[in-house]
T-cell receptor
C-alpha cells in the first residue's frame, strides 16, 4: 500500500523567510493532495496536483509534483504568522475508491 | 457554499458505551469517507461509500460499522467503546465524476471516552 513521508515534521521559521516541505511517496501515483489543518480544526484543501510537472500557487504557497521522483513539494515564500498550521500531503491509497493515505504532517510555526 | 456537516461536534462517552456519528455530505456528492485522527497523528482511513454502497474499508475495528442512507447521509456506529477510541472523527465527501476529485472534510466530531 502507498506510504507517504513528509520532511521535516516540524519547522520553525521567521517571518519573511522561505522554506520547502517535502513529501515522498512509495508507489506510482498520478495525483497528490495538500491539506492544511489548524489545531483541533478540520482539514482544508489547499492543492490537488493531477499530473507530472503540475505546479499550483495560491498566495505564498506553491506546490509541485514530480511523479517520476515520487516527490511533491510545498514551497512557502516570505512566511507570515497566519501560515502557522500543520500541513499534510496525501496520496490515493486505492485507484478504485479514492481513499487517502496521509503523511505524518509538518507543523509549521512562523515567528514574528 | 454548502459544506460537509457532522454531528455531534463533541461527544463524551463511558467505556463500553455506544456512539453514533452522523455525516451530511455536500449536496450532489456521491462519495463519503470516514477518517479517524488521534492526538498528534495523521488521519487514518476507516471506510468509504460510493452511491450508498461500501466501496472500501481500512483499519476499522469490528466494533465499528457504518452505512450510507438513501439521502446520502452516513452514520458511523461505534460499540463497546474503548479509551483508545478517543479521537477526532472526520467525514469527507467528494464527487467522483470522471476521477477522484478533492475530498472536502467536515468539522469533525471530537469523541472522548472516559
Amino acid at each position: 500500500e502507498l506510504k507517504v513521508e513528509q520532511n521535516p515534521l516540524f519547522l520553525s521559521m521567521q517571518e519573511g523567510k522561505n522554506y520547502t516541505i517535502y513529501c515522498n511517496y512509495s508507489t506510482t501515483s498520478d495525483r497528490l493532495y495538500w491539506y492544511r489543518q489548524d489545531p483541533g480544526k478540520s482539514l482544508e484543501s489547499l492543492f490537488v496536483l493531477l499530473s507530472n510537472g503540475a505546479v499550483k500557487q495560491e498566495g505564498r504557497l506553491m506546490a509541485s509534483l514530480d511523479t517520476k521522483a515520487r516527490l511533491s513539494t510545498l514551497h512557502i515564500t516570505a512566511a507570515v504568522h497566519d501560515l502557522s498550521a500543520t500541513y499534510f500531503c496525501a496520496g490515493p491509497g486505492s485507484s478504485n475508491t479514492g481513499k487517502l493515505i496521509f503523511g505524518q504532517g509538518t507543523t509549521l510555526q512562523v515567528k514574528p | 457554499a454548502a459544506g460537509v456537516i457532522q454531528s455531534p461536534r463533541h461527544l463524551i462517552k463511558e467505556k463500553r458505551e455506544t456512539a453514533t456519528l452522523k455525516c451530511y455530505p455536500i449536496p450532489r456528492h456521491d462519495t463519503v469517507y470516514w477518517y479517524q485522527q488521534g492526538p498528534g497523528q495523521d488521519p487514518q482511513f476507516l471506510i468509504s461509500f460510493y452511491e450508498k454502497m461500501q466501496s472500501d474499508k481500512g483499519s476499522i475495528p469490528d466494533r465499528f460499522s457504518a452505512q450510507q442512507f438513501s439521502d446520502y447521509h452516513s452514520e458511523l456506529n461505534m460499540s463497546s467503546l474503548e479509551l483508545g477510541d478517543s479521537a477526532l472523527y472526520f467525514c469527507a465527501s467528494s464527487l467522483v465524476g470522471g476521477g477522484w476529485e478533492t475530498q472536502y472534510f467536515g468539522p469533525g466530531t471530537r469523541l472522548l471516552v472516559l
